[in-house]
């Protein structure tokens, strides 16, 4: 499915990047970025709560295109311009971890 | 010039994880028992009990270096050591006003007591230390540095440790010390690190007096004060930091 066929069940705000051209299938959901390195298996979004600028570099190692940073919080100002740079699409949304994950799995299995 | 069995990273009775046997005389008895002569305190973000400890080793001849764990709002440990205590006390109130305002039940996370230097427990403090700061890396380095002290990443590839919690070497971490716990996990380091040049500690990371044994590393330097500590870090001078398994 399209990213941004989401956006709005999940009250997203997109923050770098287009959701528009953006096809996903597969996603994590983890804080620990040494365990999303180690994610065997193809992964396009990422539901974290971690926004400091790593978890660019580790979306860009494991091939994840979009991350969603959970819980309200924001995102650090390095991480922002590092993934703007890199084309990787960041968005933020006030759910939770676990809520998220759901509206995900249900949408992509459906 | 002489070599010093050092331990860097050592809780104290005020850390909420560490047993509450970590006074100052039953460490002093500990480190006189295995040679050890030069030590930081270093409990989890405050450096409240460092002066009590700073006394009363110093009447067994061990030298106590004035250091913190700050944990950041990564879930990553950073030791700070500070070239004396009144700069440290200072950097652990910073640290501490970036505690966050959750109440503590001592029961379930942990007793913080606050010793003097003859093993008297003066206050039971209520604040949450075993909790994250809402530091984040960056913030943690930048406020060790204002205070003048060193920073070092604490145990890398444990939890908690900087690779295990942020998969990769930051940017804001090159050139940063980092302490290892196990020793064969420093042929790792190149692959984290690249070819740039960093610091290596090895410490017990003791929360109980049974922790406290062999030193890992020793410092080689002239004196134990922050000047030569810093040199040694930096081996300049023919200083040296040397790990010993």
Known sequence: MRFSQALERISGTVVTGDPESLEVSQGITCDLLSEVMSHNGKADLWITVQSHSNIVAVALIVGVKAIILANGRDYNADTVQKARDENVLLVKSPLGGFELSGIFYEMLQG | ?245
């Open chain 2, 1 to 245: 010039m002489r070599c010093f069995k050092a331990d860097f990273h050592i809780h104290t009775c005020i850390s909420p994880c560490a047993d509450i046997t970590m006074t100052p005389s039953v460490v002093a008895e500990r480190l006189v028992r295995y040679g050890i002569d030069w030590i930081a305190i270093t409990d989890h973000n405050t450096t409240r009990n460092v002066q009590a400890f700073q006394k009363a080793l110093s009447r067994n001849g061990i030298k106590v270096m004035p250091g913190i764990e700050i944990q950041t709002v990564e879930d990553v440990h950073i030791l700070g050591y500070f070239p004396d205590v009144e700069t440290a006390e200072s950097a652990g109130r910073a640290v501490e006003q970036r505690l966050p305002p959750v109440a503590i039940d001592p029961e379930r996370d942990g007793y913080s007591l606050l010793v003097d230097e003859t093993d008297v427990f003066m206050d039971m403090v209520t604040l949450p230390f075993g909790f994250p700061t809402s530091l984040n890396i960056e913030e943690a380095l930048r406020l060790i540095g204002s205070f003048g002290g060193l920073p070092v990443f604490a145990h890398v590839f444990r939890g908690l440790g900087l690779f295990y919690q942020m998969g990769i070497l930051p940017e804001s971490a090159k050139g940063i010390p980092l302490e290892v716990y196990l020793l064969e996990k420093r042929a790792l380091i190149p692959a984290y690190c690249g070819t740039f040049p960093t610091a290596l500690f090895s410490s017990s990371d003791a929360h109980t007096p049974e922790a406290l044994g062999d030193a890992r590393m020793e410092i080689c330097c002239e004196s134990r004060i922050f000047s030569e500590f810093l040199k040694a870090v930096r081996a300049e001078a023919g200083r040296s930091i040397r790990l010993c398994r």
